[in-house]
């Protein structure tokens, strides 16, 4: 079986370790990573998304926050801060700064991304092939107002600095309109067999990806079933601030309406949690086959059942 994953950061990466248990070993998984969270710091490329899965599934990973490396220390940002060099609200620490300073190196050197990427993970073994969605700047901005000022941050700012305390007024995916696909996405989707939506953030992670053009194209054209998890339960996202996202694309926080937002033009099938039942029959009648089951991932188990429940609804979808 040849499986896609559209993914963002934690949710992604934790989702993506449940389904590595769930197939057989050897299994030919490639995650298309989101790269609108990307952002320049201290001169630096980092990969937020891409850095996550990576880390997550070469078992290098802060287990308690979900991203970040583990056993790490935070002596050069203390010494950046000690001249006065921020921004003081993303941390970085020590050995994550070595990823960053080896990206952009290669990068600087001529290497695209997607060449980059597969050096790093040459390290990290993460068991699937990791591609980011493209080797263009796409960087996502949110328009927010504060102090009576209407004004556009890079969305790291909006969720790290601001923790979406002021509403988003719009999310703008900049450079993704003349963005192409990273080598070998295209070429991953229509030789895929299943391809799956994880609960990431649907606007700005699946959604970023969605908006390179010919991706959201060449999903909707592979001809395999595409099955979907929902982020939210119960009327809120299980992590982070999704709502405060889907607010300014104007969509509804539930599962079903999530799963609109995506369409059966693109979507087949949709896990909701089993306290969202009463969103199956809404989802059914857009024309998306539509589960509930168990979809909090408190650990290994739990995510490697989410995933065997995704592929079963493939299945079901493609008989």
Not at 108 to 121: D, N, Q, R
Not at 237 to 246: I, Q, S, W, Y
Request: aromatic share 6%; with cysteine.
């Amino acid at each position: 079986m040849r499986i896609v994953v559209l993914a963002g950061g934690i949710g992604g990466a934790r989702f993506l370790r449940g389904l590595q248990q769930a197939v057989p070993e050897g299994t030919d998984i490639t995650v298309i990573g989101n790269t609108g969270d990307d952002i320049h710091l201290f001169g630096l490329k980092v990969c937020p998304d891409l850095d996550t899965v990576m880390y997550t599934l070469g078992g290098g990973i802060n287990e308690e926050q979900g991203w970040g490396r583990s056993e790490e220390s935070f002596r050069v940002k203390e010494e950046l801060a000690a001249y006065g060099v921020g921004p003081e609200w993303f941390g970085l620490g020590d050995r994550d700064f070595a990823t960053h300073i080896v990206r952009t190196q290669m990068l600087a050197a001529g290497y695209p991304l997607s060449a980059v990427t597969e050096a790093l993970c040459e390290r990290w073994q993460p068991g699937v092939r990791l591609l980011p969605m493209s080797d263009d700047r796409v960087e996502t901005h949110v328009a927010v107002e504060t102090d009576g000022e209407r004004k556009a941050v890079h969305f790291q700012e909006y969720w790290v600095r601001l923790r979406a305390s002021v509403p988003a007024l719009a999310v703008v995916p900049v450079g993704a309109e003349q963005a192409k696909p990273a080598p070998g996405v295209l070429e991953a989707i229509a030789r895929a067999d299943v391809i799956l939506f994880p609960p990431s953030n649907p606007v700005v992670s699946i959604g970023t990806i969605l908006a390179v053009p010919g991706i959201r194209e060449a999903i909707a054209d592979a001809g395999v079933p595409v099955v979907g998890l929902s982020p939210i339960i119960g009327d809120a996202p299980v992590r982070g601030m999704a709502d405060k996202v889907l607010a300014a694309v104007g969509v509804e926080s539930n599962a079903a309406a999530v799963a609109e937002h995506y369409g059966a033009g693109l979507l087949d099938g949709w896990l909701v949690d089993t306290v969202d039942e009463a969103a199956v029959a809404r989802v059914e009648a857009e024309g998306i086959r539509c589960r509930a089951v168990p979809l909090l991932m408190t650990d290994l188990d739990a995510s490697a059942r989410m995933a065997r429940a995704a592929l079963e609804l493939a299945e079901e979808v493609r008989a």
